[in-house]
């Protein structure tokens, strides 16, 4: 089955700057890939998404960027706020977007004031 | 809508008690995810259906875990008898067939001492 791998577990970042999530994937058949935020409480929330025929997109400060050859994808946060502050996951599928997600282990995201 | 709603929000049980956990999906979704998070697994997903029908078990870890869907706006996910290493908070999501956004509701924190 599909093996999601995310990296890094925790990210601390200064007001104001950029962070960089990663994340690989090993089912070449996979050709949907979200990204959720959840923060403290709540369950996790649908922030951008990318399929496998585009190469980037973006979403004001949000960017996504998938390489299939290399079979990894990274989530860009441009500018960041306090608001950003949560954890992020990313994830797989080769349904028809989301059926059977395959979640990545998480990256806690702490915004510096 | 109100969302995915889920009940209880927090369960305290003894080891060995059967637990029942409730998601109400959003009207007119066909698609029902059951996932499992922990601190050590992350995003677990147990079970999915679509309408009303299980389509992949595969994630439920024992034969002590059991879901039903009875209808298109009620699903059940029951742990007989519980363990402590049962505890996490339990998710349940719903989605559209052709969409590409799973909704998640806010979680049943299940702890089993």
């Known amino acids: 089955g599909e093996n999601v791998e995310q990296h890094p577990s925790t990210l601390s970042v200064q007001e104001g700057d950029s962070a960089v999530i990663k994340c690989t994937y090993s089912d070449s058949a996979s050709n949907y890939f979200p990204w959720y935020k959840q923060e403290l409480g709540k369950g996790p929330q649908l922030i951008i998404d990318i399929r496998s025929n585009v190469g980037e997109k973006k979403d004001q400060r949000i960017a996504v960027t998938l390489n299939k050859t290399a079979k990894h994808f990274s989530l860009h946060i441009t500018e960041t706020q306090p608001e950003d502050s949560a954890v992020y996951f990313c994830?797989?599928?080769?349904?028809?977007?989301?059926?059977?997600?395959?979640f990545g282990t998480g990256t806690r995201l702490t915004i510096i004031p | 809508d109100a969302g995915v709603i889920q009940s209880p929000r927090h369960e305290v049980t003894e080891m060995g008690q059967e637990v029942t956990l409730r998601c109400k999906p959003i009207?007119?979704?066909?698609?029902l995810f059951w996932y499992r998070q922990t601190m050590m697994r992350g995003l677990e997903l147990l079970i999915y259906f679509n309408n009303n029908v299980p389509i992949d078990d595969s994630g439920m870890p024992e034969d002590r875990f059991s879901a039903k869907m009875p209808n298109a706006s009620f699903s059940t996910l029951k742990i007989q008898p519980s363990e402590p290493r049962d505890s996490a908070v339990y998710f349940c999501?719903?989605?559209?067939?052709?969409?590409?956004?799973?909704?998640f509701g806010q979680g049943t924190r299940l702890t089993v001492v």
């Open positions: 994830a797989a599928s080769q349904g028809f977007g989301n059926e059977k997600l395959t």
């Open positions: 999501a719903s989605s559209l067939r052709g969409s590409t956004e799973a909704f």
């Open positions: 009207s007119g979704h066909d698609y």
